[in-house]
């Protein structure tokens, strides 16, 4: 149960980190307007380097992570073990 509580915390703060972008992109003040694909990259590039990271195919990313497990209190193993 623990397990699932977990999963449906990561998938909430996904949901809620995307939905926000989204609106972002698509009620962009004018005045932002001239910057949004600097944003969008910007986020790209962070998705893209968070997953590389979680994957660990890079050697040292993992230390981009260690902030987000001291934070969360959490292992970063992925695994149902206790």
Known sequence: MRFAVAQLHRAGWATTLSTL???L???APLGLRRYM?????????LVVVYA????????GTSMLLDPIA?????D???SNAR
Not at 37 to 45: D, L, R
Not at 52 to 59: C, R
């Open 21 to 23: 972008f989204m609106l």
């Open 25 to 27: 992109v698509m009620v």
């Open 70 to 74: 001291e934070l969360s209190g959490k």
């Open 76 to 78: 970063m193993t992925f």
């Open 52 to 59: 590389l990271a979680v994957l660990n195919l890079i050697p």
């Open 37 to 45: 694909p600097y944003i969008v990259s910007t986020f790209a590039v």
